[in-house]
């Protein structure tokens, strides 16, 4: 299933994947590589909650912040994005477990006191999480009482329309369990991706920061001058150094395609995985 969200990312030019319940390493059909990303798995050896796929075309810059979530077992990931001529925004990636009971959750053990106060802050996953608050709809009550409050206290906007999130035979009657959040200073274009099949009952959510700047096209220049890499029309020593270039630089471009190349796209999650697009 993340292969199918990775090559509609693909598509659709989106910068982050956030993936709630990947399949680990060692598990049948886990997807771990993919060409186009890479992957900020979080902590070894810990539970696999959450991951991060950053498209390698993107413009922004993406740095883990481990030490906000340090007691979080992998159930939350904070990213801090940055592009040129643009303000920093933090991006939390979160999967709250549905069973535990309120302060009992890992991914509750963040520093949220950090983390939502921030100036520019998107908060977004499956936060398994009922509440009249984000959904007029609903008939009951469950692990609402934090999100409730991070969402009071830090002011927090929920991007979220009344479109339900899950779908499927085990989904609440009309669910809306998979949030986004943004502080009052980031403007959020939110919508759901009903025409992207992914063989989930968790509708694909895409959201993008408003002012952001696209990915650059594949086909566009890379800006390198490379009239040193040729060798033509030119003698002696000066002929010599570009031949040099030329085959460091052939050599370079093999190797790295070799490595995309290598890198598999298998299906992963558990049997639903919950994932959001930025």
């Known amino acids: 299933m993340v292969e199918a969200v990775l090559e509609s990312a693909v598509k659709m030019g989106v910068d982050l994947v956030l993936i709630q319940e990947p399949r680990g390493e060692k ?3 886990g997807t771990t590589s993919h060409p186009s990303f890479r992957f900020i798995k979080g902590a070894e050896g810990e539970p696999t909650k959450c991951w991060i796929a950053v498209n390698r075309a993107s413009q922004w810059r993406v740095t883990e912040l481990k030490h906000l979530t340090r007691k979080c077992e992998n159930h939350v990931q904070v990213v801090e994005v940055s592009a040129p001529g ?18 009992n ?12 106060k921030a100036e520019r802050v998107v908060i977004a996953g499956d936060m398994n999480a009922h509440s009249k608050l984000w959904n007029e709809r609903t008939t009951r009550a469950r692990n609402n009482v934090f999100w ?24 609440a009657i009309h669910s809306i369990i998979d949030l986004t959040l943004a502080s009052p200073g980031v403007e959020i274009e939110w919508g759901i991706c009903k025409e992207q099949a992914t063989g989930s009952d968790h509708e694909l959510i895409r959201w ?34 570009a031949e040099g270039k030329k085959v460091q630089a052939e050599e370079c471009f093999r190797r790295d395609a070799g490595k995309a190349r290598s890198s598999t796209t298998r299906s992963v999650g558990r049997r639903w995985t919950r994932r959001q697009l930025c």
């Open 148 to 171: 409730e409050r991070i969402i009071g206290d830090n002011d927090l906007v929920i991007c979220n329309t009344q479109e339900e999130t899950r779908m499927g035979a085990g989904a």
């Open 208 to 241: 993008a920061v408003e002012g952001a700047p696209a990915l650059v096209p594949e086909e566009e220049p890379s800006g390198w001058d490379i009239s040193g890499w040729d060798p033509r029309g030119k003698e002696g020593e000066e002929q010599e150094a």
């Open 86 to 103: 643009q303000n920093m925004v933090l991006v939390a990636n979160v999967y709250n477990r549905h069973r535990g009971g309120e302060g």
């Open 27 to 29: 598990e049948k059909d």
């Open 105 to 116: 959750c890992p991914a509750q053990k963040a520093l949220w006191g950090e983390i939502a």
